[in-house]
């Protein structure tokens, strides 16, 4: 499994939020972005429509499922000094994994998925789980399939005086105002080596 999932990870499509949208934006942008007076060759990536539209050459950037066919695909890749983006003089260079998940993205279909704040809610399906008699609720599912991803077991449940105790340091460490320790506010050393002590919950 563990050999899988590299390559895995290098056929799945690109997240374009997460993956193909911050290469563009650091790389591309300043050139073909949002802002009409710094735009070149008429190209702006920002937008879907436009970047499937001809650029100033008639050349289109993006011909989605076609990277062979897209001029940005070539650009990025290119090793000829005249050709190659972004221009060699802004001493910006796309590594070889940043050429491939923009190739990815573009061989995918180059979606522009909108920023997920401006998406509606979708439930997501509980994931799968081996220990299926663990979870109480739908987050725990969440977090025990982690935890078996990660081949680790979950903690046994906390006995009542550590919830308690927890509980307390939760509440009393939102009211202190923060003051300067004294003498007698500075817990004693048994009392941290044994935190059931009772001097311990003078803090
Ligand atoms: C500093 C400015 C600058 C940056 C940054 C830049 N470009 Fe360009 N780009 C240009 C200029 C100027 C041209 C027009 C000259 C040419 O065709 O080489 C151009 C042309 C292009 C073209 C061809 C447009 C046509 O008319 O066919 C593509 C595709 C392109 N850029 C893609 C990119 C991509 C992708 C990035 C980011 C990885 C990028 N560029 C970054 C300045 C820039």
Known sequence: MGLLLPSFAATAPPDFQRE???ILSRQCFACHGPDEHSRKANLRLDLRDSALAPAKSGKRAVVP????????????????HNQVMPPPETKKQLTAAEQDTLRRWVAAGADYQPHWAFTKPK???LPTVKQ?????????????????KEGLKPSAPADDYTLVRRL?????ACRQRPRRPTRSSIPSK????????????TN
């Open 168 to 172: 307390y340091l939760d509440s009393s």
């Open 190 to 201: 048994t009392a941290i080596a044994n935190p059931r002590s009772p001097t311990s919950r």
């Open 132 to 148: 299926t008699a663990w979870p109480q609720n739908a987050i725990d599912h969440f977090i025990l399939a982690r935890l078996e």
């Open 65 to 80: 499922g076609k990277p062979e066919q897209s001029e940005l695909v070539g650009r990025i890749t290119s090793t000829d």
């Open 20 to 22: 193909v949208r911050p």
């Open 123 to 125: 439930q997501a399906p």
